[in-house]
């Protein structure tokens, strides 16, 4: 059956055949109708997620491209908001192609794209996320990037302790507390342990996804030491438009996504809801999630706009123990919600946000531990275009969090009730010294309420040799401040902890010696230091800064189309720690291949993960493994598409956390319709 499979891929490509394709130059300018050169764009089809093609814009910001009408042209560029726009004829010699300003400067999209920048980030679009039979936002970063592994004990929930914990280049923590996850334009973690919740990212409401490799404190402050994790939510297109993607599979496994939204002249929104479930491939393993979101926008002139978004989200999920030494009734509740507010600027020189944000969150867990947390703050900033060469940023944010917890267990205990506030100002710029020359520069000091004040940089350069060649080199300088916990509830609270600190330093190398080529080398070097660790034995707990690692590795990426409707991906990432966390994989390779036949599109997709270690100074380890996944996608009309995807392709019998056997072989079938 798998030959057959095999079979039935290798021939696919011999019957890609079409009708001939128009060639069209695209022209990509600012608000004031100055070209934007290097700005990356992909032609994909309306009925399906395809991906025709992709490029980038010369010097006189034009690219040209053949493909079929009607498509939809996207297009991302250093400084300016990203821009999906629909080409259905062509009434000009060239289809002109207009950016805005970008309200919010993240680190510029690099790896993936054709502009490498000094701060490595690398950006999916929701129909790259779906392509890939991704489940949650953590899974769609695990297949993006090499060097990110998440743990995981099931099919679909990830729960909460060892499971659910992310790691990029071996930075992260146990939990999470040394990477951040920005949903919607706000940090979101837990108030009281400082960690996100893996459950709670679901792809309900996901438009684009951006990961940050090495230090994004300067722009988010405390707790992207290691990186950020960026969710933007989906923006709907002139007209109204509603989607449902509905699955169904192995270990009654589900999840359901219903989407509404639309745009009226100066108004639009966006609503969305979704649902998950699986009994779990053992006893004891069920999961529940329901969330949704909403966002309502108006454009107030051709200046200034303003949106809210909000989303909240519930989970229930039980841990089934390992498999040597099962367990019963171990189970989590959790509900986290929050919003945000924002008043959005853009003139022909100057452009910026304010944004007022909150989240809640309430916890319940079996052993009688319960928590109430939240989060309010504020943020602005502000983007000024002093010359034709330089561009700067500066803005400020505060935020204060905290909550309360308490055990109602037989051994009632209050934890108390505990709040730390945070404010900052930054500042960055960025030169264009030549065409091939690029230089930025950041810095940001924050004051924290309990551990004071820090200051940390960032410095950048980018130089492009020739059309297909670029290097660029940065070095950042990241921290994260003690957590609510670590500080005041448990396992040994220790209100003298200082902030842990991190210097990076990396290059990236880029080189697309053919169009349907491109490849780049990442190195880097980390060394943190200051970090916080549990010492001493149960009963006798400490805490203290005594930890320190130098992470050094490489990550290698390459994309090949050598067809217009066929594309392989492969990343590969090598890790030498001199403290290698637990769970962080040495080796790791990613790979992908994408096959259109136009009535079906098929994703082949496999992992391969080196040896890991669950416990601290490289001990207990755990067997490496290949995984190998597969989705088929056949459009049924206009508007409607079945699809069946294959987790565990060959029954590999692994685990990624010692003693919890991942399932076997499994399979979920589902249809997506769009109206």
């Known amino acids: 059956m798998i030959g057959r499979a095999f079979l039935l891929i290798a021939i696919v490509p011999f019957a890609l055949v079409g009708a001939a394709p128009q060639e069209i130059t695209l022209h990509v300018v600012d608000s004031q109708g100055a070209a934007v050169p290097g700005a990356t764009l992909e032609v994909r089809t309306l009925s399906a997620p395809t991906q025709l093609a992709s490029g980038a814009t010369n010097a006189q910001g034009m690219w040209t491209v053949k493909m079929d009408l009607p498509a939809e042209v996207r297009v991302t560029a250093p400084g300016f908001e990203p821009l999906r726009s629909k080409v259905e004829n062509l009434t000009a010699d060239a289809v002109l192609l207009s950016l805005t300003p970008a309200t919010l400067h993240t680190t510029i999209d690099v790896v993936v794209h054709d502009s490498p920048a000094a701060t490595a980030t690398v950006e999916q679009t929701a129909l790259e996320i779906d392509r890939t039979g991704a489940r949650t936002v953590f899974d769609a970063v695990e297949k993006l990037v090499p060097s990110a592994y998440v743990t995981r004990r099931g099919v679909i929930g990830f729960g909460l302790g060892q499971s659910g914990t992310f790691t990029l280049r071996g930075l992260g923590g146990s939990p999470t507390t040394q990477l951040l996850v920005v949903v919607d334009g706000r940090p979101d973690f837990m108030g009281l342990m400082g960690h996100p919740l893996a459950d709670c990212y679901t792809l309900t409401d996901v438009g684009s996804l951006s990961v940050t490799e090495g230090p994004a404190s300067v722009l988010y402050g405390s707790n992207a030491m290691g990186g950020a994790i960026e969710v933007k939510p989906s923006r709907p297109l002139p007209g109204m438009h509603t989607s449902l993607v509905a699955s169904l599979g192995s ?30 491939a053992r006893p004891e393993a069920a999961f529940r999630n329901q969330d949704g979101t909403l966002a309502l926008g108006y454009e107030i002139s051709p200046t200034w706009r303003t949106s809210l978004h909000g989303r909240f989200g519930h989970f229930y999920v039980e841990d089934p123990g390992k498999v040597q030494a099962p367990v019963s009734g171990n189970w989590s509740r959790v509900g986290r919600g929050g919003f945000s507010w924002d ?16 989240s809640v969150g309430h916890h319940m867990l079996y052993d009688g531990f319960r928590s109430v947390d939240s989060a309010v703050g504020a943020r602005i900033q502000q983007s000024f275009m002093v010359g034709p060469r330089v561009t700067l940023d500066a803005g400020t944010d505060l935020v204060r969090y905290g909550g309360r917890a308490r055990d109602i267990s037989p051994s009632y205990y209050n934890y108390g009730e505990f709040h730390i506030h945070d404010e900052a100002g930054f500042a960055r710029a960025r030169y264009a010294a030549s065409r091939k020359l690029q230089l930025n520069a950041g810095l940001r000091y924050d004051y924290n309420s309990h551990a004071g004040g820090i200051t940390v940089p960032e410095f950048g350069a980018t130089y492009r040799f020739a059309e297909a060649f670029a290097v660029s080199a940065s070095v950042t300088r990241g921290f994260r401040n003690p957590t609510i916990r670590e500080l005041y509830l448990f396992p040994a609270p220790t209100p003298t902890l200082e902030p842990e600190r991190m210097w990076n330093y990396q290059t990236t190398f880029q080189v697309r010696p053919a169009r349907t080529l491109l490849a780049w080398v990442t190195g880097y070097y980390a060394n943190a230091d200051n970090l916080i660790l549990t010492t001493g034995f149960y009963p006798n707990l400490r805490l203290e800064n005594s930890g320190r690692t130098v992470n050094k590795g490489l990550e290698a990426h390459a994309r090949w189309q050598p067809l217009r409707r066929a594309s392989f991906n492969a990343a590969y990432a090598y890790l030498h720690s001199t403290n290698l966390a637990p769970y962080s994989p040495e080796n790791r390779l990613i790979y992908s291949l994408d096959l259109d036949a136009k009535r079906l599109f098929f994703s082949l997709g496999g992992t391969t993960v080196g040896r890991t270690y669950s416990g601290t100074k490289q001990t207990q380890p755990v067997s490496g493994y290949t995984i190998a996944s597969f989705k088929c996608t056949a459009p049924v009309g206009e508007h409607t598409s ?15 956390i010692s003693g919890y056997v991942m399932p076997g072989t499994n399979a979920a079938g589902g249809i997506d319709l769009k109206f």
């Not at 989407?259 to 649902?275: D, E, K, P, S």
């Not at 008043?343 to 909150?358: C, E, I, P, Q």
């Open 251 to 280: 270990y009654y496994t589900g999840q359901y996504r219903l989407t509404n939204g639309a745009q009226w002249g100066r108004w639009f929104y966006n609503l969305t809801a979704g649902v998950a479930h699986t009994n779990g």
């Open 343 to 358: 008043l959005d600027n853009s003139g022909s020189r100057t452009w910026g946000m304010a944004r007022v944000f909150s």
């Open 642 to 656: 079945l699809f069946v995807i294959v987790d565990n392709l060959f029954n590999r019998r692994y685990e990624v």
